[in-house]
């Protein structure tokens, strides 16, 4: 199970990358760049816990794994690393107005 993880991770960013390359030859090139901003940060903030909060919950209920162990001193500085840069990307852009320029993107 865990082999087919970076498939299905590949097909995901091949469909975005496509419809974002689609969407700048129509000459849309903002929509472009905040498709691929808005999947990831959507991936980051709904597509990693919402199958751990399944997990815990069948854990709870007894059907599911009660303990994955993840042997790593520094997750909790990778996991506040993470939300620290999706924050900065959301400022940046909020400070522009909503709107990408050559600086930004």
Same mark, same amino acid.
């Given at each position: 199970i865990i082999l087919c993880?970076?498939?299905?991770?590949?097909?995901?960013?091949i469909l975005d990358a496509v419809s974002s390359v689609a969407v700048a030859k129509e000459g849309e090139g903002d929509m472009a760049v905040s498709s691929s901003i808005v999947s990831n940060i959507f991936d980051i903030l709904v597509g990693l816990p919402i199958p751990w909060?399944? !997990?815990?919950?069948?854990?709870?209920?007894g059907e599911g794994v009660p303990h994955v162990g993840i042997s790593s001193p520094f997750l909790f500085f990778y996991v506040v690393l993470l939300l620290f840069m999706v924050f900065?990307?959301?400022c940046?852009?909020?400070?522009?107005?909503?709107?990408? !320029? *050559? *600086?930004?993107?």
């Open positions: 993880f970076p498939i299905l991770a590949a097909g995901t960013s909060t399944i !997990n815990i919950l069948m854990a709870i209920s900065l990307t959301i940046s852009i909020h400070f522009l107005g909503w709107r990408l !320029n *050559r *600086r930004l993107g």
